[in-house]
Structures are given as C-alpha cells and as structure tokens.
C-alpha cells in the first residue's frame, strides 16, 4: 500500500500521477482500488473528504513525510494563498485499463482513506489466512477481522500522542485518572484531530486536516473526532469528514447511522451521538477532568480569502442524538452498548 499511495515515495504510483498530472498514467490494483474508495469517499461526504486536497496540503507546507517536516526550522516565508481543492469528479479513472487522469496543477492525497483501507484489507486477509479472529491497527486506524473473541477487542480512546504506549489495565491513564475504552466486535474504528499532527509556517500554527472548499485547515472546533462504523475506511471517512463539517458534525455524522464521540477543543467538552456510550463520571474524557492540548498559543486563523471552488457551505443545524443501527458494534467498559445489527 506505501508503494502504490504514498506522496513521499517518488516510486509510488500515486507519486507517478502526481508528477504526470494532465495525462494517462497506468497504475497497480493497489491504487486503483485505493483512488476508487477514496472517491467514493468523496461523493459520501458532499466533498468534505476529497482527494484532490493533495495541491492544498502542499501549498500549506506538508509536502514531505511529517517527520521530516516538524525536525526542519519552521520557514520564514509567508503563507501563500490557498488553494481549493479542485474537486474529486474532475479525477478520470479507468479500471479496465488500469489508467488514471488528474487535471494540470492538481495532486492527489489519499491520507484520510488508504490508510484504513490498509488496516480493511490486513485484518480480513489475517482471520482468512489464519482462521482466526484478528484486529490490526495502524496508527490509530483499528479494524477487526472475522469473528471476534469473547469479550470483543477492548480498545482505549486517547486525545494526545503521548499514549502511543498504553499502560495496563485498559482504561487507566498514565496519571491515575480513568479514560474512555470501548469494546469492537466487528467493523472498525478511527480518529481525526486538530491537536496532534501539527507544524508552524511564518507566524501560524496548522494541522493536518484540510477543508477542500478553502485549501486551509478545518476552523479546530473539535479536538478529536472518534467514529465505529462498518469499516476502518467508514470511520476514518467520516472521523475526518466531521472535523470539516465543524459544528454541523454531530448532526451529520448521526445520520450517517455510526456511533461517535466528539471532545470540543474549546473547552474538552465531550458529546457522544448515535449510541455511542458515555464516558464514566469524572474519567480523562470528561468534561470536568479533560485534558485539553492546545494550538501552541497562537491563534488558528481563517483563510485569507474565501474564493474558489468547493463543496457549499451547509447550513446551521441543531445536532440531534438519534438510535442509530451501526454496522459496527461496541460497548463502554461499564457495559453501555453501541447498537448494532446482530452477526
């Protein structure tokens, strides 16, 4: 999968497509299948997640692996305008030929789905292989392959990077306080935040997740975003999609028919909908215990115009907290239940 979707590979195919933008380059099953759920992705979400984002991603500074991006000295150039993404539908893919076409001066990135496209396929192919049941997670992005064992896989919900490592028991943060952990039977689950994957251009501070409609960061309304639907790719599409969305989110993502857990980044706030179950009094995803991880002081800033295409801006919602009948199914570590159709 690094091979055929990775930007920092410039052997990867999606690299190839990149660099050939205006013309026909043929690619493997890999990406094809890749730039296929990417796109579907696309239209599900009205264009929130798009992968025509990659020009944008680039233009804001992230055009190498972030590793390599946070080491360097931040540069003193300014920001320079955004740049809207161009929008999924102008991407020409032909599976029978095994040819992808871009338009001149646009660049794909696929970071909000392949990633869990990857843990899809590693945790189907492992429970077929092995006959047994299986959970892969990469980076966050946690799929559960074949029938699950007693109990489910238990897997604790975290805000900041500093619990790559979790300590024993489940549940029990690194400070003494309790933090939410829930309970995957099938489907998948995955995160999308603003406080995380960072770096500072000229005066600004930015993330990761990009609003396709203004080539510029997603406005941080919320911190992190916890989705558990049918599929990693689902959750991963929809996690993100709702950071976009800001604070429509709620609202769209329950009607989506999927269980999430919003933590607002104001104030640590946290909202859960479509089943999802409560955090236990007083624990690390309370309101009251929270721990927030800031925009290192300076201030997230709009976009510096509003011009360009893009997807239309919805209008103002109130969130409802609807049953949902998720594909995914999970419970809280006090035994609330995420609702689910039965296996």
């Known amino acids: 999968m690094d091979a ?22 043929r690619v493997g099953a890999g990406c094809m299948q890749a730039l296929q759920v990417a796109c579907r992705a696309a239209e599900r979400t009205g264009g929130a997640v798009d992968p025509t984002v990659g020009t ?21 150039l300014p920001l320079p305008p955004p ?12 599976p029978g030929r095994g040819t992808v076409v871009i338009p001149a001066g646009a660049a794909l990135d ?68 309790d933090r939410p952990a829930v309970t995957l039977w099938r489907g998948g689950l995955a995160s999308s935040g603003t406080s995380v994957r960072t770096w500072v251009r000229g005066d600004r501070q930015l993330h990761h997740i990009v609003d396709p409609a203004t080539g510029w960061p997603a406005a941080p309304v919320w911190q992190m975003v916890t989705v558990a639907a049918g599929s990693c790719v689902e959750a991963n599409t929809l996690s993100t999609a709702a950071v976009v969305w800001g604070e429509d989110a709620p609202f769209r993502v329950a009607q989506a028919g999927v269980a999430a857990r919003f933590v607002r980044a ?78």
């Open 4 to 25: 055929a979707c990775s930007r920092f590979r410039p052997d990867s195919d999606l690299s190839k497509v990149n660099r050939s933008a205006g013309t026909p380059v």
């Open 56 to 76: 944008a991603v680039c233009a804001l500074g992230y055009d190498r692996d972030f590793d390599a991006l946070v080491s360097a000295p931040p540069p003193s």
């Open 83 to 94: 740049q809207p993404a161009i929008g999924w539908r102008s991407v020409i893919l032909d």
């Open 110 to 177: 696929l970071g909000a789905t392949a990633k869990a496209l990857c843990a899809d396929r590693a945790a189907a192919r492992i429970a077929a292989e092995l006959g047994a049941s299986a959970v892969v997670d990469l980076g966050g992005d946690v799929a559960v392959g074949g029938p699950s064992p007693e109990g489910g896989w238990q897997v604790a919900v975290v805000e900041s990077a500093r619990h790559e490592v979790l300590p024993e028991p489940l549940g029990s943060d690194q400070d003494g306080a």
């Open 266 to 343: 104001a104030d640590g706030e946290v909202l859960a909908v479509g089943g999802w179950p409560g955090d236990r009094p007083g624990g690390a995803g309370g309101h009251e215990r929270h721990r927030r991880h800031g925009h290192g002081g300076r201030p997230w800033a709009p976009p510096p115009t509003a011009c360009g295409p893009g997807r239309p801006r919805p209008g103002a919602a109130t969130a409802s907290r609807p049953t949902s009948t998720s594909t995914a199914r999970c419970t809280s570590r006090d035994g609330g239940t995420v609702p689910g159709p039965p296996q």
